[in-house]
Structures are given as structure tokens and as C-alpha cells.
């Protein structure tokens, strides 16, 4: 199972940037994708998650209200976006998804089954 994370870059403060994941084999009995961020010196922190069906959507606090995470199927792919709008300077962090293929949704690493390369987002003041 692979993802593959793409969109991140430098933005301003205010600006806005989207993520993508997709992850393409292996979708069979996944439940959901999920976004975490690792800034530098600190631990990787849930960002955002849902479910494969796109019927829920769980935010951090600290991004409730200005991120919106998304899900697009075809076929046997499966994309995630994240919608990053309002970016702050602690917004700024190498950005990972993850799949995971049981229930319920968690928050912690180790409720997530596999994982993307990370992508780096940089929002400057």
C-alpha cells in the first residue's frame, strides 16, 4: 500500500494551500484517511481525518473552522485533499497522511496503518 502526498509549498499568512494524497492499491476494506503534521522538535500531531464514504470528518481544534478535509473515489483510487485556508505560522510543518483500515477513526499514530511521505508546508508572517 502506498500514498503518495503532494501540494505543500510556502505560503503567507492568511494565504491558503491544498494537499493531496492518493493512494491507488490496496483500497479493499480501508475505512478512512487522515492528515498529521510534525513541526520541527515536536511530535506528529493529528490534523484532520475521514471516512472512506466521506459521511464524517474529525478536525483538530486547531484547525476546526479552517481546514476542510475531502475524499474523491475512482474506482479502486482513493484521493484525500486538504484544504488549508487562514494559514498561520504554526501551521507551518512537514504534512503526512495516513490510511487506516479499521474502526472507529483514531487520533493516535498507531491507530493508522500506513503512512505517505511528508510534505512540507511553510506559511511565513
Known amino acids: 500500500v502506498q500514498l503518495q502526498a503532494s501540494g505543500g509549498g510556502l505560503a503567507q499568512t492568511g494565504g491558503s494551500l491544498r494537499l493531496s494524497c492518493a493512494i491507488s492499491?490496496?483500497?479493499?476494506?480501508?475505512?478512512?484517511m487522515g492528515w498529521f503534521r510534525q513541526a520541527p522538535g515536536e511530535e506528529r500531531e493529528f490534523v484532520a481525518s475521514?471516512?472512506?464514504?466521506?459521511?464524517?470528518?474529525?478536525?483538530a481544534d486547531a484547525v476546526k473552522g479552517r481546514f476542510t478535509i475531502s475524499i474523491s473515489r475512482d474506482g479502486a483510487k482513493n484521493t484525500a485533499y486538504l484544504q488549508m485556508n487562514g494559514l498561520k505560522v504554526e501551521d507551518t510543518a512537514v504534512y503526512y497522511c495516513?490510511?487506516?483500515?479499521?474502526?472507529?477513526?483514531?487520533?493516535?499514530?498507531?491507530?493508522?496503518?500506513?503512512w505517505g511521505q511528508g510534505t512540507q508546508v511553510t506559511v511565513s508572517s
Open positions: 492499491e490496496g483500497t479493499v476494506g480501508m475505512h478512512g
Open positions: 495516513a490510511a487506516s483500515y479499521s474502526l472507529p477513526l483514531g487520533r493516535m499514530l498507531n491507530d493508522w496503518d500506513y
Open positions: 475521514i471516512r472512506t464514504t466521506g459521511i464524517a470528518t474529525y478536525y
